[in-house]
T-cell receptor, first 114, second 114 residues
């Protein structure tokens, strides 16, 4: 299957700081990528759709000014959690569609805000 | 509100048995259906996708889709302890602006005991 990478895999930061997470499609181009969040023992919740060359589309209830998304190229999308707080601690996962609608997930980034 | 429902389990089966995982969805317009496996602390990995009514087999896995009943299932034959994981059912909303967006069920925890 297609390979999607994320960096960093794990990050610990102080409350009030900003954290940037990168998502890359390694062997294919992705005009669209998706960002999910998963809290412990819960399923994945879609946060936003990242679109290359245009603004991201956010799901209802997701603050676009807090979760900044930039789809800089056909292989890179970044999610910046601004002014992070402990309640933002979660597992953030990106995905990219390959060969139609099939989505492949990155390995995820575990964020802990102290 | 589009919903995807799964029995959270846990489902426990003996090694070598058939594990049956079920999923129902609310949106009749859904076009494609996916099964992902997620090990604890890891991101989801794709097992199978299915678009048409009927069965689709891939090795020990068989996906079954019944659009009239809005039901999709995954059978795992000859279950192995390494199959122990959370299985996520995901439904694609279809084309247009929703292209590629997946709605996930809450996942079914499967335990295969030796």
């Amino acid at each position: 299957g297609a390979v999607v990478s994320q960096h960093p895999s794990r990050v610990i930061c102080k409350s009030g700081t900003s954290v940037k997470i990168e998502c890359r499609s390694l062997d294919f181009q992705a005009t669209t990528m998706f960002w999910y969040r998963q809290f412990p023992k819960q399923s994945l919740m879609l946060m936003a759709t990242s679109n290359e060359g245009s603004k991201a589309t956010y799901e209802q209830g997701v603050e676009k000014d807090k979760f900044l998304i930039n789809h800089a190229s056909l292989t890179l999308s970044t999610l910046t959690v601004t002014s992070a707080h402990p309640e933002d601690s979660s597992f953030y996962i990106c995905s990219a569609p390959y060969s139609g609608e099939t989505q492949y997930f990155g390995p995820g980034t575990r964020l802990l805000v102290l | 509100q589009k919903e995807v429902e799964q029995n959270s389990g846990p489902l426990s089966v003996p090694e070598g048995a058939i594990a049956s995982l079920n999923c129902t969805y609310s949106d009749r317009g859904s076009q494609s259906f996916f099964w992902y496996r997620q090990y604890s602390g890891k991101s989801p990995e794709l097992i199978m996708f299915i678009y048409s009514n009927g069965d689709k087999e891939d090795g020990r896995f068989t996906a079954q889709l019944n659009k009239a009943s809005q039901y999709v299932s995954l059978l795992i034959r000859d279950s192995q302890p390494s199959d122990s994981a959370t299985y996520l059912c995901a439904v694609n909303e279809g084309g247009g602006t929703s292209y590629g967006k997946l709605t996930f069920g809450q996942g079914t925890i499967l335990t295969v005991h030796p």
